[in-house]
């Protein structure tokens, strides 16, 4: 039993498919960027006479996440009509999946290990996705609007639509839900999963529980375009729920709109148009039916999960679960850890460099690892280097500058910084820890009159010749002509 | 000339095809003026596609099996920058950027298209009166009508405009005007034609099918309209025999066909029951045997499950004709006003009336009561037919219960128009293939037509029985004078 005012969040999440072309035609699902009403055909278009036919890359990537979500595969499921007008559903309805679906039941983890909970998936759907309109108005919306664009370029797109239980407490928990989810999407190479694009897409109900713990009065959210927004949102929503059953009020069975820049759920003004669907079997579409065969031959076509993954980093590379999260977030960073490890890369430094230096770089140039020019094998032959010693850690990063910038090895990168020998040794070096003692005379006084109990000064001057040398002194031969020099 | 025939002289060079287009071009402006069986003519676009068959045959090239034979087309049928009205103001000047898929096997096969025909708007209603633009009259009385929805395309066949023409039949669109302009027509298996570019009526019970004046054409036609089509997700897969090859046999030794008990208290008028003891007689002679077989749920329930589930797909299938993208537009106030006003001006009364039965019965609180029973009812209609099978290898049934009824007739009675397809639309809702033919004309000259039913992919035996009975009583006469 639920206690009294407890928050009950359940989500709805589109997920758009990169299947390369449409659920039900050829055209690309690639329609960012393209001039509007240039990505599409007579079928999409839902001209007169075309009919529909599935896509069935769009199945395979739909079974395929549900297997991974755990869910009960349907091998004879059909689609229906979902009808009403809008200008931008072309047929006056979209095909989607109703009563049979793709897949049923399943969970998702959330949380870390100690307090990990398993949200239970109601079902997962194949449906179109439809175009898109471009109200006129200044507030965006159709009814002040004097004129409104449409864009069918997205219509069509394949979608999976994913179904939580109302299991989520929390606006962190929800969003704890939906990044695991992306993450989900991303290791099966299903989609993007990229919010800002519209590429996911999660509406929220939430309500609160009444005095005796009984489900409240449901209010749906929608127009939370980024994780943050979704879990801004909830808590406002929740808030306001509260505030509201505070004075007394009853809760307003609604769709209301996340409002970004204002932070507040706006309700859709007006009365609320109670739709009918008029759903029925699309008699166009014959019923999906799938062959166990197939459904095992994408059950073995899964990668290694997520979830498992992060836990299989921290037991065999003995990472932090943060460390193992950040590295498991997008599957591309984990191949490219996995890869460094298996050129022998201790575990540790390559997670360490990975989550500050190349995800730096990442960030900064606005790429995706995918993009990143140093290949694994590079990188991995600098981490060597300053494993043995030979490189310290400040040269190591002005080297991985370099080796980024122009895809050179570690050797090459050497070379480039503009020491040929490689080394700074004998004579050379006691010359260069000399010049350094000299500027810092303070220092070399207060080390002399024993004031350097922790020997921390000794490394600071330490640290100045390597660096003067460009990391190309040995540390140990400079600690040496260190001691030779102020211990006379 | 019949299709066959036309072929082989243009194969032969002996008649070029654009002499056989300009002859049936001829015939249409000599008669379609008293007729109007077209809506569009194609008549420059047919020569030059008259003059590439020649071409080929001049080039030694395989002109195809079609080679130069004139056909019309129903004009809810798509083709390539060309107008497709669907019979109505919805789609005045709608043209479509691509070919139905039955347009394509035509034309690849070498047919000429002469133009598009005549038809109730979006196929719905069996007099063609329902047309936005004008009537067609039936051939053999230009008082009366010449059945519907196809009634352009069996006209025209009627008149000689063509020795082929196409249709669709949801109900008894093809079949009906068959049997009313006294020709040939066929609505096959449904899935056996694509319905890729066919402006959709009611999905899962819309089929393309042929009309002629020779079972040999028909045959023909069938083969060249019958070819798989990866873009109807509907189409059969299943391979394809030569319809020619059944024909040319002997007898019908053998053969069992079934009458239905239920329809012998039927009221049927008394030409039409002439007729059926007529053919009777004439496959009996032939060798066949005759057997009862019962319908009792066809009969009980087809007229109502097709009035449900044919409205319910329609008034999904023509929501998209909201004035947003093409066809009419009207000016309005808002985006409700739009859509008011266009479906208003742009939809003629019986499509409204079925898009009115049609959302009610999917409505939520109706559905249950309405569209699930009468899935199920189909469902049973469909095993009643296939248990009938078991006994017999085709049904010889009425193909209306009435001759060609006069214009105007039935117009302000919507029931007794549905009624004329009591015999032809639990077909559709079995999926059957079912073939109306021409069984004589009555005394005061109209035509009567019968058909047969056959099981799922029976066309071959349809065929076969329909060439028995064309050699007792030769080939259906050409209206007007024609040849
Ligand atoms: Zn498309």
Redesign the interface.
């Known amino acids: 039993m639920r206690k009294p005012n407890t928050p009950v969040i359940g989500l709805e999440i589109h997920v758009q498919m990169k299947t390369g072309s449409k659920l039900f035609c050829a055209c690309s699902t690639d329609y960012i960027g393209a001039v509007p009403n240039t990505n599409v055909c007579p079928v999409c278009l839902g001209l007169p006479g075309t009919l529909p036919v599935v896509n069935r890359k769009a199945v395979e990537y739909a079974v395929r996440t549900g297997l991974a979500l755990g869910s009960r595969i349907g091998l004879s499921t059909r689609f229906h009509r979902k009808n009403y007008f809008y200008p931008d559903l072309p047929k006056a309805y979209q095909i989607s999946q109703y009563d049979v679906p793709l897949a049923v039941g399943g969970h998702l983890p959330i949380g870390e290990e100690q307090d990990r909970k398993w949200i239970r998936i109601t079902r997962l759907h194949l449906e179109e996705d439809a175009g898109k309109l471009v109200h006129s108005a200044r507030d965006g919306r159709l009814g002040n609007s004097e004129y409104s664009l449409v864009d069918y370029n997205r219509g069509g797109v394949p979608l999976m639509e994913i179904v939580s239980e109302p299991e989520l407490a929390t606006p962190s928990e929800a969003r704890d839900f939906v990044s695991r989810l992306r993450q989900l999407v991303r290791f099966l190479g299903v989609s993007d999963g990229d919010m800002e694009k519209g590429s996911l897409r999660v509406d929220a109900n939430i309500s609160l529980t009444g005095p005796d713990g009984e489900l409240g009065t449901k209010v749906e959210v929608k127009n939370m375009n980024s994780l943050r927004a979704l879990e801004r949102a909830l808590e406002y929503e929740i808030a306001r729920q509260q505030e509201c059953l505070g004075r007394g009020e009853r809760i307003l069975q609604e769709t209301r709109h996340w409002d970004d820049g204002k932070g507040v759920t706006c309700g859709t003004r007006g009365k609320e148009e109670a739709h009918d669907y008029r759903y029925f079997p699309d008699p166009d579409l014959p019923p999906l039916v799938l062959s166990r065969d197939f459904v095992e031959e994408q059950r073995r076509l899964l990668p290694e999960l997520p979830w498992d993954l992060k836990e299989r980093f921290v037991r065999e590379h003995r990472l932090s679960i943060e460390d193992a999260s950040v590295l498991t977030e997008l599957p591309g960073i984990a191949k490219y850890y996995e890869k460094c490890i298996r050129e022998g890369a201790n575990p540790l430094r390559a997670a360490n460099w990975i989550r500050t230096e190349v995800m730096r770089v990442l960030n900064e140039k606005r790429i995706s690892i995918e993009a990143f020019a140093l290949s694994p094998e590079k990188f991995c032959g600098l981490l060597a280097r300053i494993e043995t010693g030979a490189v310290s850690t400040t040269l190591a990063k002005e080297l991985f500058e370099k080796m980024v910038d122009e895809n050179l090895s570690v050797d090459e990168a050497l070379k480039k910084a503009g020491s040929p020998s490689g080394k700074v040794t004998g004579d050379d070096l006691r010359k260069m820890v000399n010049l350094v003692l000299e500027r810092e005379r303070l220092t070399v006084e207060e080390i002399q009159t024993g004031k350097d109990a922790k020997g921390k000064k000794r490394s600071f001057l330490c640290g100045l010749v390597m660096r003067e040398s460009k990391g190309q002194a040995d540390p140990g031969e400079v600690r040496k002509i260190l001691a030779e020099i102020l211990d006379r | 000339m019949n299709a066959v025939e036309i072929v082989k002289a243009v194969k032969d060079a002996r008649i070029p095809a654009t002499e056989i287009t300009g002859k049936a071009i001829e015939r249409i402006r000599q008669v379609d003026s008293e007729v109007r069986a077209l809506l569009t003519p194609l008549f420059e676009r047919a020569l030059e596609k008259a003059a590439e068959i020649d071409r080929k045959i001049e080039h030694n090239q395989d002109p195809g099996p079609l080679a130069g034979v004139p056909v019309v087309v129903k004009d ?3 083709m390539r920058g060309l107008k ?1 009205t ?1 019979g109505s103001r919805m ?1 005045e000047n ?1 043209c ?3 070919d ?1 898929s039955v347009i394509r096997f035509l034309e690849e096969a070498g047919a000429v298209v002469l133009g598009k025909t005549n038809m109730d708007e979006f196929a719905m209603g069996s007099s063609t009166e329902n047309s936005a633009f004008f009537p067609t009259a039936n051939p053999w009385d230009r008082e009366r009508v010449p059945g519907g929805s196809s009634g352009g395309s069996a006209a025209a066949v009627a008149c000689g405009y063509a020795p082929l023409a196409l249709g669709s039949d949801t109900g008894g669109s093809i079949r009906q005007p068959a049997a009313f302009c006294g020709v040939y027509g066929l609505k096959p298996t449904y899935g056996l034609v694509s ?6 009526f ?3 019970l819309d089929q393309v099918g042929p009309f002629s004046r020779s079972v040999e054409d028909l045959a023909l036609a069938l083969n060249v309209l019958s070819r798989p089509d ?5 189409s059969s897969r299943r391979k394809r025999p030569d319809y020619t090859a059944c024909l040319g046999k002997d007898d019908l030794k053998g053969l069992k066909v079934g009458v239905v008990t239920e329809f012998e208290n039927y009221p049927v008028q008394p030409e039409i029951r002439e007729a059926l003891a007529k053919i009777e007689a004439i496959l009996r002679g032939a060798g066949a045997e005759f057997v009862p077989v019962s319908l009792p749920a066809t009969i009980e329930a087809g007229l109502p499950c097709y009035y449900i589930l044919a409205p ?2 329609a ?2 299938n023509l ?2 004709y ?1 004035g ?3 066809g009419i537009s009207a000016k309005a106030e808002n ?1 409700m006003d739009l ?1 008011m006003k266009t479906r208003g001006l742009g939809f003629g009364p019986e499509v409204k009336r079925r898009i009115l039965t049609g ?1 009610y019965v ?3 609180g109706y ?1 249950d009561a309405y ?1 699930l029973v009468a899935q199920k009812a189909r469902i049973r209609i469909s095993r009643e037919f296939r248990e009938a099978f078991l006994h017999a290898d085709l049904l010889l049934m009425p193909t209306t219960p009435t001759l060609p009824f006069r214009k105007g007739e039935h117009q302000d009675d919507p029931i007794q128009m549905y009624l004329s397809d009591v015999f032809t639309l639990p077909v559709n809702l079995a999926g059957l293939p079912g073939l109306s033919l021409n069984a004589g004309y009555s005394s005061s000259g109209l035509p009567v037509g019968v058909q047969f039913v056959g099981p799922k992919w029976g066309e071959e035996t349809l065929l076969a029985a329909a060439e028995a009975v064309e050699r007792v009583l030769g080939k259906p006469a050409c209206a007007l004078g024609g040849d």
């Open positions: 809810n049928l798509c497709t669907c789609l709608w479509p950027p691509y139905a319905r890729f570019g066919l402006v959709a009611a999905s899962s990866p873009a109807d997700a509907t319910a797909e008034s999904s929501a998209r909201d947003v993208r093409y985006l859509y959302t999917l409505s939520s559905y569209y």
